[in-house]
């Protein structure tokens, strides 16, 4: 069993090198300020990409993204109106996602959820 802060580490180092391969261009990794935390701040297609990542070794207690609630959805928000006002993205167009990791024999298993926050 992976202690779970390497576990979300690995699956954040890996999530973003799965976005790189599909075209996203990393902007920051772990953004943090009072509100809360990003895990990855990503862009593509002339579009910001405020992404959580949530990884598991297993399906056991669910897929890894329903552990993402209401409460750190508003999280996820705040932080990102901050970042959005700190660096003048006023006028940008921008979406909420998130990355679902299966980590299984050592080999992460991705998948890519859309539209995390309407």
């Known amino acids: 069993m992976i202690p779970k802060k390497i576990l979300g580490k690995y699956g954040e180092k890996h999530a973003c090198k799965f976005l790189l391969g599909n075209g996203y261009k990393i902007i920051e990794n772990n953004y943090r300020c009072r509100y809360g935390e990003i895990d990855i701040i990503a862009f593509k297609d002339n579009i910001f990409y405020f992404i959580e990542v949530k990884t598991r070794q297993s399906k056991e207690f669910g897929e890894p993204e329903e552990s993402i609630?209401?409460?750190?959805?508003?999280?996820?928000?705040?932080?990102?109106q901050h970042y959005i006002s700190c660096k003048n993205l006023l006028e940008c167009d921008y979406r909420f996602d998130a990355i679902s990791v299966i980590v299984c024999n050592n080999k992460p298993a991705f998948k890519h959820i859309n539209n995390i926050i309407q």
């Open 69 to 80: 609630d209401l409460p750190k959805l508003k999280k996820i928000c705040l932080a990102a």
